[in-house]
Structure formats: C-alpha cells, structure tokens
C-alpha cells in the first residue's frame, strides 16, 4: 500500500492548478492520479481561444493554457500516475485505483482533492423517440474525434442544445467544410456565453433557433433528419409548427453532470442544484480532509474559476495538513429567490485563508439588471446592481472578512429583478 | 443617411452590447462600451472584424494524428477560409514545443500560424 499526503483524483485543469499550489504551500508527497493517457483533461480537446483572460491576463487557447500548468509541474516533484482509473474512495481516504501495468493499487492518503470534473448529458437523458443510428454525438465526443483523433463524424449536422461545446463545434465543423444546418435551444434564452454566440454562429451566419426542440430522430442505420418543433411556454413541443430537416449528424449539447460517483462513497453532502458536494470556505466537503474543485462541484463556464477554486482548495488542504483540523461549516451560506445556487456552502470565519473570499453562484433566469443582496439574521450584509446576467454566466461576488464575521446565523443571497426585460 | 448597428463586445465575458452610429462607413457615434478595449473593438469589429483562428494540422507522431495550431494574432475574418485551405497541406513531425511556427504569414495576412501545445514523440 502507498502512503501519501495528497492524493487529487484528476488531471485536467483543476487537479493540475491544485498540484501546483500544494506543491507552492510546502505540501509534499503529491500524486495525481489521472485515467487519460496525459496531463490537461477536456482542454486538450478545447483547441480555441478565450482561456486564461483573468489568471494569466492574456487569451490562450485550451491546449496552451493546460501547457503552462504541465510545464510548471515538471520541477515540483509531484508524482503523476497517469492510465489510472479511481474506483473506490473510502471516508478515511484509502483510494482504490486500476491500470493495466499494476492491477490493482491501494493508496492512503492523508487528504484528498476531488477534481475529476463532469460529464455530458447523453440522449438517455432527453427522451428523444426515434431509432437509434449511428450518428448521434454529444458535443464533446465530435469535438474529441475533430480535435483529437482527427475524424470528421458527418457532413451535414444540426445542433441540439446552444451549450458552450455545441457553439464552439458548430464554428469547428464550418471551419472544416461541414454544413451546420442550425442550433435548436429549447429555453427563450442562449445557454452558452455571448462571445461564442457572437463568434461561432453570427459570423458564420448559422441560425439559432430558440424555444425550438428536436421531436424525432429518423434513419434506421445513419441518421437521415430530424423533426424539430417549436415548444410553448411549458416547453412542450408544439406539433403544427413541426419541420422535417434533412442531416446526417446530431449533435448534442444539453448540459453537463458533475461526475461524483467517487464522491458519493465518502458520504459528502450534496447539493441537489450543483449535483456537487458542499463544501465550505476552504473547498472541503463535510467529509473532513477531503476536498473539491472544478466542474465536479459545480460547472463552470471560465476555466479560470476552476484554477482559482483549485488553487483554494489546495490551500486549504494544505491548512488541514498542517493543522489537523476538522470539517468545521461555520456561518451558513443560502441561495434565496433569483438563484440557483451559491458556493461556498458555508463559511467558517476562524478558518478563512484570506482577508476576502468568493462567492460563485447562478441566477435563475436572464435579468438585464437586478439587485443583489446578501442577507443575515441581524441585517443587511451587502448589497451590489448587477446587469446583462444569464444563468450561463457564473456570477462572482467578494465578501471582506469583516463582512462576514458581522453576519449572524446565516448569509443569504438573493436575487432581486429591477425592472422588465425587453 | 446614419446607420445604427449593434455589437456585442467579446473581448471580456462581461459582453457589453454597443451601439454603432454610422454615416457611409464612417462612425459618428459609440455608445454602450465600459472600456477602451470595448470601444476599440467595436470600431474595428463595424470596419474591418479580426479573429484568431484555431484549428488543428496533421501530426506524424506515434499517438496523435493532429496538432492543434493557432494564428499568433487575429487575422481579418474575409481570410479565414484561404487560411484554412493554406493549413490542409501542412504536416508537422514532432519534437514540437508550443509556439513553434507551424506555417508562416498564413493567406498573406502576416501572421505566422503557431503550435498550442508540445509534442515530444
């Protein structure tokens, strides 16, 4: 059996972030273990730009920001077991992992980080009716085999869904001589962000349908079209206005599934809006010693969040390695009316790594402007005008130390609307 | 005759939406951008809109058939399609490190296309 203090479970840009940082506080005997065959995750695959805005302050693509971090970590003596699949992960944190050259590997470790990030929501999820023929991807499989493997998976494509992938992989496939027929979004409102609808489908003037779904799925051995209709305001389809489009691939970018199936064996509390753990100021979740960070707490839509958070949760298992102290959850964090959710979960002031901390949450639905306020049992906290926001951009509020010492009980946040939308 | 046209500014996730004033191509008023980035763009983005374009070039290597590249600045976007018809022809043998020249002044825009990440075998 190995012995080691930190173990992060994951690779991508948030296991690499967290390696860097524990390595930076003085924690030693630090292993990633990741199941891909190399270092950098999903933005191996993410070969655009628009990465690394607010952590390195310049425009990089997928690739070169998960660069930086694998260079950086050539000289810091972290081990790096790669080929390696986690299966098991016990509450004392004894880690249980698989690869071909070992077999079997038990590990214990003194603190863990989660960082094994999410997964696509396939067409299982959707209840699509059709047949089942080849030719229906979500939109990170046909960014992996364009990107990756070097296949184009069809010639003429219509996109379910306007998450981020699905935008950026319309504008991939133009780029490549595919014709991209649409991109169908069942809510009134994009669920990616304005530049990649701006850049990816505006400039290739590929339309965006809002309110529009996909009804059925026709071919029997490729895809031959799909029957996409127009949904009411209880988003079900309408059949009158239902359109017969001629495709050989659908794509499908519906969302993303934080992927925890590790995390639910430690018996972590979970939040049933981030489908993540909960976790307090310092990224640990109620499972003392063990720590979270990136999409597998919550999806993110800037990689650079994830770095931040990862590097916090670094921090804070380098606290505990240092200090040997609990789970402690402190002052408990709300998300009241007009958001979805708000991390931390709770804040323990004694513990808090910094004279400041974030705040990271999601509105319910586009306001133009709203007020934000941040509510405790003895009074108003603060309160902040935000405007053009959308559930697809994470909001990120800051919280001074004394601020939050005033709070009594709790810290709620919500969301107020001002005014109409247009 | 004035010409109004809106821009959604990219260079930031704030996305600020300006307004463009125009009168035979030259711009008489901007209004609704937070920055002088924003203002920049807006200008350029009504005259004559840029992009860095991503894409991938073949790879010799053992395990990976492609390489992905990018311009090292922004390229008019009339020349994305020539420059991406120029990339179709260029093949790579590794080692490679990030920011190699892969293809230099790409559709005669200037600028030189660049490797996004390191290959070693």
């Known amino acids: ?422 | 005759m004035s010409d109004k046209r809106n821009v959604t500014c990219i260079i930031c996730p704030v996305g600020c939406r300006i307004e463009v004033e125009l009168e035979n191509e030259d711009i008489l008023n901007l209004s609704g951008y937070r920055c002088k980035r924003g203002l920049q763009y807006a200008k350029d983005e009504v005259t004559s809109p840029k992009r860095i374009l991503t894409t991938t070039v073949r790879l010799k290597a053992r395990s990976a058939h492609v390489l992905p590249v990018r311009t090292r600045a922004p390229i008019p976007r009339s020349c994305m399609k020539d420059a991406m018809k120029e990339l179709k022809s260029v093949f790579v043998c590794p080692p490679v490190k990030m920011g190699d020249v892969v293809l230099k002044d790409v559709a005669g825009t200037g600028v030189d296309v660049i490797a996004s990440r390191s290959w070693t075998e």
């Open chain 1, 1 to 422: 059996m190995l012995c080691k203090d930190l173990v992060i479970i994951g690779g991508g840009p948030a296991g690499l972030a967290a390696a860097l940082e524990a390595a930076e506080q003085g924690v030693k005997d630090v292993m990633i273990v990741e199941r891909d065959s190399g270092l950098g995750g999903i933005l191996q695959q993410c070969i655009h730009n628009g990465f690394g805005l607010h952590v390195f302050k310049e425009e990089l693509t997928g690739p070169e920001y998960a660069q930086k971090f694998i260079d950086k970590l050539e000289n810091t003596g972290v081990e790096v077991l790669l080929d390696t699949m986690v299966i098991e992960i016990t509450p004392d944190k004894r880690i249980f992992a698989v690869n071909s050259r070992i077999g079997v590997l038990e590990i214990q470790s003194k603190a863990v980080i989660l960082a094994m990030g999410c997964r696509e929501r396939t067409r299982g999820a959707l209840n699509i009716p059709g047949f089942r023929p080849a030719g229906i991807f979500t939109a990170g499989t046909a960014q992996r085999y364009v990107n990756i493997e070097g296949y184009m998976p069809g010639k003429e494509i219509v996109i379910l869904g306007s998450g981020d992938i699905g935008l950026i992989m319309a504008r991939r496939f133009t780029l490549e001589g595919a014709k991209v027929k649409c991109v169908l979004e069942i809510m009134p409102y994009s669920n990616g962000l304005t530049r990649n609808v701006v850049q990816c489908l505006e400039d290739y003037g590929i339309p965006l349908r809002l309110s529009h779904t996909v009804i059925d799925i026709h071919g029997k051995k490729r895809v031959e079209g799909v029957t996409v209709a127009k949904v009411d305001e209880n988003l079900k389809p309408i059949l009158s206005t239902a359109e017969f489009i001629p495709c050989d691939t659908l794509l499908l970018s519906v969302g993303l599934i934080p992927e925890n199936e590790l995390t639910k064996m430690t018996g972590a509390d979970f939040d049933a809006s981030t489908q993540g753990p909960m976790v307090n100021q310092r990224m640990e979740t109620s499972c003392e010693g063990i720590f979270a960070c990136g999409n597998v707490l919550h999806v993110h839509d800037l990689v650079d969040f994830v770095t931040m958070e990862a590097r916090l949760a670094a921090r804070g298992a380098a606290q505990y390695l240092k200090e040997k102290d609990g789970s402690c959850r402190g002052t408990k964090v709300i998300a009241g009316e007009g958001l979805r959710y708000v991390l931390p979960h709770a804040v323990c002031v004694e513990k808090m790594l910094d004279e400041k901390l974030n705040f990271f949450m999601r509105s319910t639905r586009p306001m133009n402007k709203a007020k934000l306020v941040i509510e405790s049992e003895n009074g108003i906290v603060k309160t902040k005008m935000l405007s053009y926001l959308k559930p697809s951009e994470m909001i990120n509020i800051e919280l001074k130390k004394s601020e939050i010492e005033k709070a009594e009980g709790h810290l709620k946040f919500i969301l107020q609307e001002e005014g109409v939308l247009q």
